[in-house]
């Protein structure tokens, strides 16, 4: 890895401060937002203390002074020196020094590389120079991505997080055991926004297959899939995996028109399993020489992700499929 190139992860800034304590806050963790500033924060310290390692420098780094200036950046306080060209030079060179270095010990032979030594006042230098940048830049991107006010989530905590997993010995929760609580709370947060540009789109589709489900002719699945019959095949049935060649018109709800084969005067072929989960659930129940309807809902079509350009979030399809044959 480049060392350079990692540093700017999180790196650059100004030289040495004298370390004070204003860095180890302890904020109370209380709400389920709490817990997913931390855990958050604690991910990302994770990320970077492996990445350190991996380049040699977790045993030369100054924790302390990093999150003073970190802690500092972070909330604005006044800081002992301002970004400027010649710090980062600085750093600049800090980090050709440790390529250099780097690649020595990884093609030599000999195991006669002399090892690096630094003045204590040189890597508090570097140290402070990372914290800082990094500070500026986390708390930039947490403000800009909004998550305080999408999800509740509160930076302190975030940084707190950060800080024990990359300072201390053991975290206040098991960052690695709960990243899933992240991950659905960012979920969560995407789906609620998603929901107020395209929630019209996911009643309009639900509201029809309640409808639908009423009509005499039509099969509804377990899943929700629903389907009728316009013409019944004889031959067998397709299994996972299997290749198939399929004539379909795929429309939305108005009739409009956004996919044909049969348009295009040429069949499709694709695995099974390898199309929307509608239609691998329609296919495998499909005799070869059938044609059907499907009425697939949005969770088993595109879903909140959609298909851009022409299929929007949340948005039900509706398919004739013919079933041509099992390719062999």
């Not at 540093?7 to 004070?20: E, P, R």
């Not at 200036?69 to 710090?87: G, I, M, Q, T, V």
């Not at 940084?159 to 960012?186: A, S, W």
Request: charged share 25%.
């Amino acid at each position: 890895m480049n060392f350079k190139n990692f540093l700017l992860i999180g790196a650059l800034a100004a030289l040495m401060v004298s370390c004070s304590q204003s860095f180890k806050t302890k904020s109370p963790i209380v709400t389920n937002a709490d817990s997913v500033s931390y855990i958050y924060g604690g991910y990302v310290g994770l990320q970077h203390k492996q990445g350190y390692s991996s380049v040699g420098f977790d045993t030369l780094f100054n924790y302390n002074v990093f999150f003073d200036a970190f802690y500092n950046s972070c909330y604005h306080k006044p800081l002992k020196y301002e970004l400027d060209s010649a710090n980062n030079r600085y750093l600049d060179e800090f980090c050709v020094l440790i390529d250099v270095y780097n690649q020595r010990t990884a093609t030599d032979t000999t195991d006669d590389v002399p090892p690096l030594t630094f003045s204590k006042s040189r890597l508090d230098s570097v140290s402070y120079l990372m914290g800082v940048y990094n500070g500026e830049r986390f708390r930039q991107s947490f403000d800009e991505s909004g998550l305080d006010t999408l999800g509740g989530l509160k930076f302190e905590l975030f940084y707190e997080g950060y800080r024990e997993t990359m300072q201390e010995p053991k975290t206040r929760i098991d960052i690695e055991k709960n990243l899933h609580i992240v991950q659905e709370c960012f979920d969560a947060i995407q789906e609620r926004e998603m929901l107020k540009q395209f929630g019209d789109i996911k009643r309009e589709g639900e509201e029809f297959l309640a409808r639908n489900k009423a009509n005499g002719d039509v099969v509804t699945t377990e899943s929700g899939l629903q389907y009728t019959i316009i013409k019944e095949g004889n031959g067998p049935k397709p299994v996972m995996y299997d290749r198939v060649k399929v004539h379909y018109t795929g429309t939305f709800l108005d009739g409009t028109v956004f996919d044909s084969s049969v348009e295009r005067g040429e069949p499709a072929e694709f695995y099974v399993g390898g199309v929307i989960e509608g239609w691998n659930e329609a296919l495998m129940l499909m005799p070869v020489g059938s044609k059907w309807k499907l009425f697939v809902p949005q969770e088993l079509a595109y879903g909140v992700q959609g298909r851009a350009p022409r299929i929007k979030p949340y948005t039900m399809l509706i398919f004739e499929v013919e079933l041509l044959d099992i390719v062999k």
